[in-house]
C-alpha cells in the first residue's frame, strides 16, 4: 500500500512559477515511479513527469520537458514538481500517483489532487 499527499497547489499569473509536493509514504514504494498528472475540466488524465522511487529516474512529456522539472528528496520522502513560465493552459487539477510508466492506467495509487490555476 502506497499513501500520497500533494500540496503547493494556487493561483498565479501567466509566466510565474509553482511547486507542487508530494509526500509518500508505503512499504512498497520502491516498487514503483511517482509520477505527475494533470485534469482539466471535461478532460481526460494527461501523464506530466514521473521519477523512479529506487533510481531517481526522471521522465517527462516531451512538449513540457524544459518548462516542468521533478525532483526527488529520498530523506523527505517528496517529490516535487517545479512548474516554470506557466500558461493558462497549464490550469488544472493536479495528482501525484505511484506505479509505472506514461499512462493513468499503469498508476494504483493517487493523491488527492491539487487545484493549479493560471490566470492569464
Known amino acids: 500500500q502506497v499513501q500520497l499527499v500533494e500540496s503547493g497547489g494556487g493561483l498565479v499569473q501567466a509566466g510565474g512559477s509553482l511547486r507542487l509536493s508530494c509526500a509518500a509514504s508505503g512499504r512498497t514504494l520502491s516498487r514503483y515511479a511517482v509520477g505527475w498528472f494533470r485534469q482539466a475540466p471535461g478532460k481526460e488524465y494527461e501523464f506530466v513527469a514521473g521519477i523512479t522511487w529506487s533510481g531517481g529516474v526522471a521522465f517527462y512529456v516531451d512538449s513540457l520537458k524544459g518548462r516542468f522539472t521533478i525532483s526527488r528528496d529520498s530523506a523527505k520522502n517528496t517529490v516535487y514538481l517545479q512548474m516554470n513560465s506557466l500558461k493558462s493552459e497549464d490550469t488544472a487539477v493536479y495528482y501525484c500517483?505511484?506505479?509505472?510508466?506514461?499512462?493513468?492506467?499503469?498508476?494504483?495509487?493517487w493523491g488527492q489532487g491539487t487545484q493549479v490555476t493560471v490566470s492569464s
Open positions: 500517483a505511484a506505479g509505472t510508466g506514461r499512462s493513468s492506467a499503469a498508476y494504483p495509487y
